[in-house]
């Protein structure tokens, strides 16, 4: 009997060893392909992940968008010099897309807790806490198999077809690409005196379930700030119930609140002071923490001063999740990224706090190798922003054509791009 026990001991060790030797030799060799009935990932030269669609679908070569969908209400502004959102001009709200940045912008956040400096407000110990389990919630949302550089996820805004473009669905963009877009990015106007119903919204609501992948609304309070106080936050209320639709189905959602503030409160889109974006913010953080909890909060403001940037903070950073800023340079020279999105990054991406780029595409009509010089140029930047987790680009026939993915030549140029090694 003290044989037989001494061998089965030895045997379980023996199977626990082999199991660890196999454990440590896939996560030594993480390129390898992970394989399932109906999907696997695909891992390229260019570090890049993404995940093949199987069955693949039927007309993959063909590149024409044909939605047939209900244009929802939306942007309409123009990323001249600031962000790729529509024209809200004559107080039109017929688009969904983003009123427009043609601004200079920037942003991006990453993992390590490492860049401590500057850090713009002090917390206390439970809020580091709540952070801290913030930010692992947040990471884990990104989903698996789908476009990644070394921890950097990336996705689109699909064309809304509010600004002469053709409307788009991730699923088309998918398909185009043949790979999986990590997030999604859309627009929707809350307007002043106006409850907020989220049409806009719940009008992608399946094929962003569809997707799987990380929801990105842009939620733009217009015309005032009515609902959004401390007095009244009715509005707060009913954009978290909103927000609250989406993860009840299990959608991971970064909400994306007044974002370009600093801007868009200059070209009079967002009326007021940053004193009431102030007030607003915490309205929706509040109403988010109180009805949908799992809703993480985004702030964006546009490429701006040091000092403006401090102006827009919110005046609890322990609400922030995320931070970043929408960009879309005038040139290319090589550092552009980086060198716009350093001190932010290092400033406000701590704590816990991650930084993602919420928009971004050329600020002027470039050639096809001009966005994807810029593509590269954001890949590299990772390096440099450790807390830097994703980036989305705005996909949009606007005032020109922004696309990179859902033309028969763009896509050729994408995949190309996931192959060439960007860093």
Known sequence: MIIKSSFKILLMSFLSIARLSETLDVSENHKRIARSSNSHNQINDAGFTFQSQSPEPEDKNDSSFNFAGTISEGETSSKTNVTNEPNLSNNTFGSMSDVSDGKNQSGFENFSQTLNSGSSSSLNQSSLGNLSSSSGSLLSALPKGSMNLKGLF???????????????TMAQLNAAIRGKSAVYGWYSQAKSGVPFDGSQLLDVIDDVKASNS???????PIGGWQGLTAQDNSQAIAIANVMKTFT????PVWLRFAHEVNYYQTDGTYQGTAADFKAGWAAVSSAIKQIAPDVKMWWTPNV??????????????????????????KRLTGNDFLS??????????VDGRKFAIGETGLGWPGTIEEKYNW??????????????VSAAW?????EYDYKIAGESTLNQKFTSFLAARPI
């Open 375 to 388: 593509l590269q140029e954001i890949c590299a930047a990772k390096a440099s922003l450790p807390e830097f």
């Open 214 to 220: 990380v929801f990105q609304p842009a939620v733009m």
């Open 304 to 329: 701006d001063s040091a000092e403006n940037y401090k102006a827009y903070e919110p005046d609890d950073m322990s609400t922030v999740d995320l931070v970043g800023i929408d960009y879309y340079p």
């Open 340 to 349: 716009t999105m350093k001190d932010f990054h290092d400033r406000y991406a």
């Open 154 to 168: 990336f996705g689109f805004l699909p064309d809304d077809g509010s600004s002469g473009g053709t409307r788009q």
């Open 394 to 398: 705005f996909n949009f026939d606007k």
């Open 248 to 251: 009840d189905r299990g959608i």
